[in-house]
């Protein structure tokens, strides 16, 4: 069993910077696939970030690219989402989740939801206009 905590979400004014924080739990935190993801009010889960267990590999929705960053380290067992120029319309939970990913490649990463198989509780990120 996995758990995970986010933590850093808030109430920013658009333009604004916050750095979100997944810490993990789990002696194998190095080869865990990781991702954040995003829920808006009256929508459905969406992919915003994932990065490899290596770290070599990232992936990014369109609507965050050269916005948002993730980066992980694996010595602290936290996961990080660096977001920049905040817009109104990145309000929403997000949240982090993991996947096992110790028999795969270091490259490799995921985007789906059902792909992953822990999740955090979420931490709520809203930006004001």
């Known amino acids: 069993q996995v758990q995970l905590v986010e933590s850093g979400g808030g109430l920013v004014q658009a333009g604004s910077s916050l750095r979100l924080s997944c810490a993990a739990s789990g002696r194998t935190f190095s080869r865990y696939c990781m991702g954040w993801f995003r829920q808006a009010p009256g929508k459905e889960r969406e992919f915003v970030a994932a990065?490899?267990?290596?770290?070599?590999?990232?992936y990014y929705a369109d609507s965050v690219k050269a916005r948002f960053t993730i980066s992980r380290d694996n010595a602290k067992n936290t996961v990080y989402l660096q977001m920049n120029s905040l817009r109104p319309e990145d309000t929403a939970v997000y949240y982090c989740?993991?996947?096992?990913?110790?028999?795969?490649?270091?490259?490799?990463?995921?985007?789906?939801?059902?792909?992953?198989?822990?999740w955090g509780q979420g931490t709520q990120v809203t930006v004001s206009s």
């Open positions: 989740a993991t996947k096992d990913c110790t028999y795969y490649s270091g490259s490799l990463y995921y985007t789906g939801v059902v792909e992953y198989d822990y």
């Open positions: 990065i490899s267990w290596s770290g070599g590999s990232t």
